[in-house]
């Protein structure tokens, strides 16, 4: 079976050369295999008949059976063909913009026909647009619900539609040699009630009707997610066992820190996760741990207290963060500690000048840094250490895997740990399925004294209003964040653009100095720009989203969001936890058009109700679904047909238990009813995997 699916597609009959070649480069589809892994992404009932009275425009595609009453071309230069169908219960118009002479063929009057599509209003009278149409003659009867699959302009002029295509996926089903290696063990079969792996795959190309249809989703998108668990799992259970780890055994240099200079008391949050990650880094065995936290919970303290981990056993840290605001911002916040505790630490970006590189990458050899702070200038292979012991990658998702890679690659022998965090706040269900292989820690818990931030929602009629607040918050002595979503003006798009924002800030309030950051400033122009207001010379910072992340100024207690609608959720999460960072009242404005969309209101709704990051995180994977959210399009992680994680949250967590039962009971997958799983592994993931390391 495995060899007969492995032929090429263009042996299918009613493909041929030509349609092979459309096949492979429109839908990547090369073998019989991935043709019946192609799935269809909607279906049409074509089981149910209604009559042309109970039609309606709010039905959607529907089905009648009627006679032609007339049709005729009508218009001038390019003309449209309209007929008239009928039943005993009224008249629908039928008409063709393109493809008319096709069509006429066709029509005859007084044939009785069958007619497929969807009906629309034009005024007072009901008309279906390039209806699908056969006569009664040629009609077999509906078979069941019938595949409508994604396919390309180009296959379209190439005159393979969908019904061509679903003819090839039918031929290939019906052929005798197909039956497909079930994949799943037997017991789980019974336990959730799967239909077998051939039913599934049969059903749900061509459901005989909506409960087989249902089926067959279950099956697929529990294998699916499964077999993402069962990987997580494998490569977790393989690290645990054979990634040998250093051993932070040392409690010197964080006694030190905690009875001198720890400047407030920890949070039982972050307590919690310093456990955790104590007891992981005296394991023997490697670290990858993901910390969550909100912004503002104390990510960067926690962060510091791993890395005092790492120098009592004299090896080195290094924390990589994804741009030179936020690496500079973590260098100077740690750098007063560093001193204090006379710790060497560096800060490498793509702005350092040689003279200061080769210092510092000397000072890392001969194990006098012991801290470095960087951005991707980290990965460079000039930068080599004595003995890194801690990798700490902020922002984690603006990496890329083989980028992270190479950071844990430094050493020859023993992997740093590994600890990545993220102010991003990721659903359960996502993290589950993306970070599967990752131990993860949560820090749920603002630090003591923090008042919640107020966000309220504005149009531009409460301009005025604004900046009377505005000017009452700057007298307090608080200074302000003003976020543009534009650099400059656009012509598709009507936005207050930056520029425009800033000259209107700046005659609104001459009496106070602004300041203005943008991503296609110099680096050096940024930073001037943001010590200023850092240090309060300026009280007011005119921005695009560059300041999205990690920029901490207590004393700023306004963030006004103009053309609030035009940003996702996380985004307007991640902008408004720039304020609230010191004891006082702070406040987000969210600036919107008098009119929102749907999606729009929901988020501007959702914002003002809840600073929950997990809560918001939760609206905006239901909203967006996973593909931007915490980078997941580029993780390579997510391959998914079937399944769709904000709505399949329960059969993940019923997968994430099967999966880890499974692992926990047989983890070298050797039992007879698990041969099933590790000979689909070994086929299909096998380069994931070093199978001689799995005892």
């Avoid at 054979?242 to 200079?261: A, L, V």
Wanted: charge should be positive; aromatic fraction near 8%.
């Amino acid at each position: 079976m495995a060899e007969w699916l492995d032929q090429k597609v263009e042996f299918v009959k009613g493909v041929g050369p030509q349609r092979a070649a459309l096949l492979q480069t429109e839908l990547s589809v090369f073998t019989f295999g991935d043709l019946l892994h192609y799935f269809p992404f909607r279906y049409e009932d074509k089981t149910k008949f209604y009559s042309i009275g109970e039609i309606h425009e709010g039905l959607g595609s529907v089905q009648v059976r009627g006679k032609i009453k007339s049709f005729q071309m009508v218009g001038t230069g390019k003309k449209r063909l309209v007929a008239m169908v009928a039943d005993s219960t009224g008249i629908l118009e039928l008409v063709w913009f393109q493809g008319a002479n096709y069509a006429i063929k066709k029509l005859e009057i007084g044939k009785e026909v069958i007619v497929y599509g969807k009906p629309s209003l034009f005024g007072t009278k009901l008309s279906v647009s390039h209806p699908e149409i056969e006569s009664i003659t040629e009609y077999k009867g509906a078979s069941g619900f019938e595949p409508v699959y994604s396919l390309t302009e180009r296959m379209r002029n190439s005159f393979f539609d969908n019904k061509a295509l679903a003819k090839c996926i039918r031929t290939l089903l019906e052929h005798p040699e197909v039956k497909f290696t079930e994949n799943l063990p037997v017991t789980l079969l019974k336990e959730y009630s799967l239909v077998s792996k051939t039913l599934a795959m049969r059903a749900i190309h061509f459901p005989a009707d909506a409960q087989a249809l249902k089926q067959a989703l279950f099956r697929l998108k529990f294998e699916e997610l499964f077999y993402i668990q069962i990987r997580m799992l494998l490569s977790r259970e393989m690290r645990r066992k054979e990634w040998q780890g250093f051993q932070f055994n040392s409690s010197t240099r964080i006694t030190e820190f905690y009875n001198h200079h720890l400047p407030f008391e920890l949070t039982d949050a972050q307590k919690k996760v310093l456990r955790e990650i104590y007891k992981d880094v005296n394991s023997g065995k490697q670290m990858n741990r993901l910390l969550q936290g909100d912004v503002g919970s104390g990510k960067t303290i926690v962060a510091f207290i791993c890395m005092l981990m790492a120098i009592g056993v004299d090896t080195q840290a290094c924390l990589m963060a994804p741009t030179e605001i936020l690496a500079t911002q973590h260098y100077q916040a740690l750098r007063v500690f560093a001193d204090k505790m006379n710790i060497g630490i560096a800060l490498l970006t793509g702005s350092t000048k040689k003279r200061e590189r080769d210092i510092i990458h000397a000072g890392l050899k001969a194990n006098e840094v012991k801290i470095i702070i960087g951005t991707h200038a980290l990965l460079e292979e000039t930068v080599q250490f004595h003995q890194l012991g801690l990798a700490i990658v902020d922002e984690q998702h603006r990496f890329g895997v083989a980028q992270r890679a190479r950071l844990w690659q430094k050493n020859e022998k023993i992997p740093p740990h590994v600890l990545v965090m993220t102010a991003t706040p990721i659903p359960r269900t996502l993290a589950m399925t993306l970070y599967g292989d990752l131990d993860i820690s949560v820090i749920d818990q603002l630090p003591q004294g923090r008042k919640p931030i107020k966000t309220l929602h504005r149009n531009e009629r409460h301009r005025l209003q604004l900046f009377g607040f505005l000017r009452q918050q700057i007298e307090l002595g608080r200074q302000v964040y003003i976020v543009y979503p534009l650099i400059e003006e656009s012509e598709k798009v009507s936005l207050k653009d930056l520029m425009d924002g800033y000259e209107s800030i700046c005659r609104a309030f001459p009496e106070f100095a602004t300041s203005i950051v943008h991503g296609k400033m110099t680096a050096e122009a940024k930073s001037y720009e943001m010590n200023r207001f850092l240090k309060n010379e300026t009280k007011i910072m005119v921005a695009t989203t560059v300041i999205e992340v990690g920029v901490n100024v207590p004393n700023a207690t306004v963030m006004v969001i103009e053309n609030a609608e035009r940003f996702g959720l996380s985004q307007l999460h991640q902008l408004r936890g720039r304020v609230g960072r010191g004891g006082d009242q702070s406040y987000c404005v969210l600036m919107t058009a008098d009119r929102l969309s749907q999606d729009s209101q929901v988020r501007i709704e959702t914002m003002v109700r809840t600073t929950n990051g997990f809560e918001i995180a939760d609206v905006d994977l239901k909203l967006r679904g996973p593909g931007d959210l915490s980078g997941t399009r580029q993780s390579g992680a997510l391959e998914l047909k079937l399944a769709d994680l904000s709505e399949d949250a329960l059969l993940i967590q019923q997968t994430r238990a099967a999966a880890g039962m499974l692992i926990e009971n047989d983890p070298a997958l050797r039992s007879a009813d698990n041969a099933c799983v590790r000979q689909h592994l070994m086929k299909y993931y096998k380069a994931q995997f070093d199978w001689a390391k799995i005892s």
